[in-house]
């Protein structure tokens, strides 16, 4: 299994169990290594609606939602 795949992987368990900033986090460094991936984004928009997040997190994916072009 390729890096890209795990961090993938990682992602969606990270979406599904609920860290959410970690997961957005992660995905900041995913997208460094292996660049803007709007599926990852989708997943992180769909996982925090599902969530309650606080302010801080929601402008953080704001932002992660910006470096998809």
Do not use: K, W, Y
Request: glycine content about 4%; charged content about 30%.
């Amino acid at each position: 299994m390729t890096r890209r795949q795990r961090q993938r992987d990682e992602l969606l368990e990270l979406c599904r169990s609920g860290p959410l900033v970690r997961a957005i986090d992660l995905a900041f460094e995913h997208f460094a290594a292996f660049g803007p991936d709007d599926e990852i984004v989708n997943l992180l928009t769909e996982a925090i609606h599902r969530v309650p997040a606080s302010p801080a997190t929601r402008r953080r994916l704001a932002e992660l939602g910006a470096a998809c072009p």
